[in-house]
């Protein structure tokens, strides 16, 4: 790689990092040690090909989610989260009732199986249409719409509380995203 690329792609790492790491984060069920080291061995990869990369942060994406698959497609023992970190900057009843919300839904993503976490990551945290979720999973849209639908039941089952998200009488279902979960 030559110095121009070596300065390009510390760039992209030193502007992007942070928002990829909150994506691997979410993907790896809330292990901040395990989204880590899925981030750190995606951009291992984009850097290696790095002058070869037309969009970088779609590839380092594609690369996060795939390797993602292939950690669950290995069934590895899941490992438990241990403590929830509160987040930073919390001020006021409602940051703290955020807060706990924040807490609960990353409780309820880790309890998830790994396939229904990616797929709700990526339709709701990374805003994908259904048919961009299948491409990247490599399964059919079908797929993606029952596993949203069942992952969200889950969810919903796993942690009540946010039920309270709903308005009084509106039975709107609380948009996952909303609550904002990780806070690297």
């Keep these: ?33 395990a989204a880590e080291d899925l981030l750190q061995n995606a951009l291992v990869k ?11 942060e779609a590839y380092v994406r594609r690369i ?8 669950w497609r290995l069934k590895w023992p899941r490992r438990e ?9 919390a001020q006021g009843e409602d940051a703290a009732s955020a807060a706990e919300l924040r807490i609960v839904l990353r ?15 990526l339709r709701y945290f990374e805003d ?11 399964c ?11 992952s969200l039941a889950r969810l919903r089952s796993l942690a009540p509380e946010l039920a309270r998200l709903d308005g009084p009488d509106t039975g709107a279902r609380p948009h996952p995203t909303d609550l904002s979960p990780m806070e690297a």
């Design 1 to 33: 790689m030559d110095a121009e690329a070596q300065n390009s792609f510390r760039e992209f790492v030193a502007s992007r990092s942070p928002a990829l790491l909150k994506t691997a984060v979410l993907l790896s069920g809330g292990d901040r040690h």
């Design 46 to 56: 984009a850097a290696g090909r790095w002058q070869r990369i037309d969009e970088p």
């Design 64 to 71: 996060l989610y795939r390797q993602q698959v292939s950690r």
């Design 81 to 89: 989260l241990a403590v929830a970190e509160p987040p930073e900057g």
């Design 107 to 121: 409780g309820a993503l880790a309890k998830l199986t790994a396939r229904q976490r990616a797929v709700l990551v």
């Design 128 to 138: 994908l249409p259904e048919a961009e979720v299948a491409r990247l999973l490599g």
């Design 140 to 150: 059919t849209v079908g797929t993606v719409r029952s596993t949203t639908h069942r």
